[in-house]
């Protein structure tokens, strides 16, 4: 058997026996003094983009809020609706004198009579037609309504006021060509 011991020796011999190699063309990387510039080239679009989305969404909220929200639109509907009724209110239409209507009021035994001329106010000729026409059936139901009520509730202000209204709405339900506007009492008298 054989041993082999190392010899030192033979192994610097080993190394300074083999050719010196000759340097290679790898150079240590250079720093590129680009890549700073890329970056913060980067970075200044990435701030301008940043900063036109932020002027996008700006202008966005700016026209929302230029816009009329539900509430302003139903305001300012109210607003000119409250103009026309102004408007028509001030505004009287053609009116309708009726014949007097003499009847006895209710629980009154023919105690009390009322004696009552009123005006129906209309808002085109085709209604006025059909009112003169249908005469015998307004005449019956103001005559209904009028004897259906007691001295007690004519003889306030809000009770003619809503004997009124109970005419006009009680007309209008039968009309086809249009609507009575109002009533107008033209004389009331209690004995």
């Known amino acids: 058997m054989c041993v082999l011991k190392p010899d030192f020796k033979?192994?610097?011999l080993a190394e300074q026996n083999a050719a010196p190699q000759e340097p290679t063309a790898e150079k240590p990387p250079e720093v590129k003094v680009q890549r700073p510039t890329f970056f913060i080239v980067l970075a200044v679009v990435n701030m301008l983009v940043v900063a036109a989305v932020a002027f996008l969404l700006y202008k966005g909220r700016q026209k929302e809020a230029a816009q009329p929200k539900i509430?302003?639109?139903?305001?300012g509907e109210a607003k000119a609706q409250d103009g026309e009724k102004v408007e028509s209110e001030e505004f009287i239409g053609k009116l309708i004198p009726m014949e007097t209507?003499?009847?006895?009021?209710?629980?009154?035994?023919g105690n009390k009579v009322a004696k009552i001329n009123l005006e129906l106010e209309v808002d085109n000729a085709k209604v006025e037609e059909e009112i003169?026409?249908?005469k015998p059936q307004v005449r019956d139901i103001i005559i209904i309504l009028l004897?259906?009520?007691t001295f007690e509730q004519v003889s306030t202000r809000e009770g003619k006021d809503g004997l009124r209204d109970e005419i006009r709405d009680t007309v209008n339900s039968f009309l086809t060509k249009g609507h009575i506007k109002r009533v107008y009492f033209t004389e009331f008298i209690f004995n």
């Not at 509430?71 to 305001?75: P, T, Y």
């Not at 003499?102 to 035994?109: C, H, P, Q, T």
């Open 10 to 12: 033979e192994g610097k």
């Open 71 to 75: 509430d302003d639109v139903i305001a």
């Open 101 to 109: 209507f003499l009847v006895n009021l209710a629980g009154s035994r």
């Open 132 to 134: 003169d026409k249908r």
């Open 147 to 149: 004897s259906s009520k």
